[in-house]
Structures are given as structure tokens and as C-alpha cells.
């Protein structure tokens, strides 16, 4: 059984909505496990085949408990290489935070990341939900060849 984690931060709910949407794209292939968690520590990372981290983007930045869980997970030496990596994310005009997050992903922890982020502007509407389930069954495919 693969294990995916969405990992998200929501602040007005919009992430929120992203991250149970990428879970059901995920969580409809059998034979997966997915969890969708608001906090997680550095350590526990290491317990999941795929990593997608949901994060908004606030003033240019991604939020400071995603960027607290990475400084400690390297602190930690916790070990992520390999795993599938992702990210998405609500914006209201530039959308940073999802592009950081892969950054880090692969450049200090060796993920295997899917390109692009995924990024919805304010809310999801229809279109967008449908955008982030494709995304949840996207890791599923990198996780699960031929699925
Ligand atoms: C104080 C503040 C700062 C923000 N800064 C940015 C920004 O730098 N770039 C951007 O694209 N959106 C910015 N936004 C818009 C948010 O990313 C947007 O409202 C998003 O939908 C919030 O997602 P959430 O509901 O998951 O918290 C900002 C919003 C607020 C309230």
C-alpha cells in the first residue's frame, strides 16, 4: 500500500478546499492511502511515498509552518530522497509559495517532484477542484507506474 500525504496550511480556506480535492483525485485509485493533515512533524515525512504540500501564498512568501517543517526536517537530516514530491496552492497575484516549495524539494531533499506547482487563483471554482484532482491522480501514477 502506497502511503501519499497532503500536507496543507489555509489561512481563508481556499488551500483547504485544494488539499481535499487532491486527496479524492489521490484516494480514488486503489490500492492507496492518502492523509490529509493540517501539521505534521519533520520525522513524520519520512513515513509517506509521496509528500504534496499545500500552501498559500502570503507576501511573497510561503507560510511559516511549511517553511519551520523544512528548516527542521534538514536540521533533522530527516531523509526524503526519492519520494514523490508536490505542491500546490491558492494566490492572488503572484503565487510563490507552491514554486519554493518544490524548489526546496528538490534541490535539498532530493524528491522526485512533479512539475509544475498547481496554482488557483482565490477560490477553486469547478474547473480548478477538477484541476487538483487530476493533480492527486498524477502522484498517484508517479508513485504507481501504469495504474
Ligand atoms: C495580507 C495578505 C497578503 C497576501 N500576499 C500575497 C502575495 O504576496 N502574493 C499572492 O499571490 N497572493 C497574496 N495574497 C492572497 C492570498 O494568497 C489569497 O487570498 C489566497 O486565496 C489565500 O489562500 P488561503 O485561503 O488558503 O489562505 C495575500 C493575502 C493577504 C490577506
Redesign the pocket.
Known amino acids: 500500500m502506497k502511503k501519499i500525504l497532503v500536507l496543507y496550511y489555509?489561512?481563508?480556506?481556499?488551500?483547504?478546499k485544494m488539499a481535499d480535492a487532491v486527496a479524492e483525485g489521490a484516494g480514488a485509485v486503489h490500492g492507496v492511502d492518502v492523509e490529509v493533515k493540517y501539521y505534521a512533524t519533520p520525522e513524520e515525512l519520512a513515513d509517506f511515498d509521496a509528500v504534496v504540500v499545500g500552501v498559500?501564498?502570503?507576501?511573497?512568501d510561503m507560510t511559516v509552518d511549511i517553511k519551520k517543517l523544512f528548516e527542521e526536517a534538514a536540521v533533522k537530516n530527516v531523509n526524503l530522497k526519492a519520494k514523490t514530491g508536490a505542491a500546490f496552492g491558492?494566490?492572488?497575484?503572484?503565487?510563490?509559495a507552491p514554486k519554493l516549495v518544490l524548489e526546496i524539494m528538490e534541490n535539498k531533499f532530493g524528491m522526485d517532484i512533479i512539475e509544475s506547482p498547481l496554482l488557483i487563483k482565490?477560490?477553486p471554482d469547478k474547473t480548478g477542484l477538477e484541476k487538483c484532482r487530476k493533480l492527486g491522480r498524477e502522484i498517484v501514477e508517479r508513485l504507481i507506474p501504469k495504474v
Not at 10 to 16: H, K, L
Not at 56 to 60: A, F, N
Open positions: 489555509s489561512r481563508t480556506g481556499n488551500t483547504g498559500p501564498t502570503y507576501h511573497h491558492s494566490y492572488g497575484w503572484s503565487g510563490e482565490y477560490t
